[in-house]
């Protein structure tokens, strides 16, 4: 909770900050309301030969949502951090996975602050886990300028959505930012065979972006929502391990995010690729910041 801290100008509904509505997460607690939980790891992004650094990412994304005004009194909860140390991935994301799956069975919406990429294959684990899961249709829409659908053999930040759609479950993954300059034409490929929607970066207009995202939340039940901040342009988002060139306009991004937060479905959600080693000014965190902060404000809960 050390992270979670900030000036106070009282404690009367209209003068609070985040960090004065988080408390420690303890099972039972407000059944509904946003939990965090962190995902220390960046062995994922070492393993796809990108910059390291996002294991500190977790902390740096409480520190910047701690002193952003709230709207209106609410309550939130922090579970604390997952690390992943010696190397041991594919055990931090199975503990992921876990705590994902518990805070949902308690009812809870939960937050999974990042970490590389390789967070999603753990808050996938978490949500197909989860009792709401079952027999309903699970949708992923990722905001990131790449597919992640690499055909490596060992796990990373690079593979996470490839895993899932080769779990055999009935999953439907969306990506919306896809840079096809960082994408090679075997991941346009793989992307097609397993029945991909994607929406190029050059195309994310505001009206374009709003009608896939619609089009997508139609035919699903659930929706599991993870942002790769390098979808963002490098100018905004200079924090990540590999910098977009063009990315897709903040302006968009946080209006996907409120049509996402009113659809409903909403019922889990990561950021991920956060660097804070590489960031500008915490630019970058405080961009993340802002849409998590957009998410939990606005979000209608799932009925």
Not at 34 to 58: I, L, M, T
Not at 170 to 180: F, K, M, N, P
Not at 239 to 247: E, K, R
């Amino acid at each position: 909770m050390t992270s979670w801290t900030g000036r106070v100008d009282g404690t009367a509904p209209e003068h609070l900050r985040w960090h004065q509505a988080v408390a420690p997460y303890e099972p039972g607690a407000d059944p509904g309301a946003c939990v965090f939980v962190g995902f220390a790891s960046d062995e994922g992004v070492r393993r796809n030969k990108g910059r390291p650094g996002a294991a500190d990412g977790p902390d740096a994304l409480r520190r910047a949502l701690s002193p952003m005004a709230l709207p209106a009194p609410l309550r939130a909860f922090d579970a604390g951090t997952i690390a992943v140390t010696d190397q041991r991935l594919e055990d931090g994301q199975r503990r992921l996975g876990d705590t994902v799956t518990a805070l949902l069975n308690a009812g809870a919406f939960p937050i999974v602050l990042g970490g590389g990429h390789e967070v999603a294959f753990g808050t996938y684990l978490g949500l197909a886990g989860a009792e709401r899961a079952g027999g309903a249709v699970i949708g992923i829409l990722n905001l990131d300028a790449h597919f992640d659908l690499r055909p490596d053999p060992v796990p990373s930040s690079g593979t996470p959505f490839r895993q899932i759609l080769e779990s055999g479950d009935d999953v439907r993954y969306a990506v919306l930012g896809i840079s096809q300059p960082a994408n090679t034409t075997i991941l346009f490929d793989t992307a097609e065979r397993f029945g991909v929607r994607y929406l190029l970066d050059d195309d994310c207009t505001a009206e374009r972006a709003r009608a896939f995202v619609a089009d997508f939340l139609d035919g699903i039940d659930l929706l599991y929502l993870t942002i790769d901040l390098d979808v963002l342009p490098a100018a905004v988002a200079p924090g990540v391990s590999a910098p977009a060139a063009f990315g897709v306009a903040l302006p968009i991004v946080q209006a996907v995010c409120d049509q996402i937060a009113a659809s409903g479905k909403l019922v889990v959600a990561d950021v991920a690729e956060l660097n804070p080693a590489l960031d500008i000014d915490n630019r970058t965190a405080r961009t993340a910041a802002r849409l998590l902060h957009r998410l939990v404000t606005r979000r209608v809960p799932q009925k």
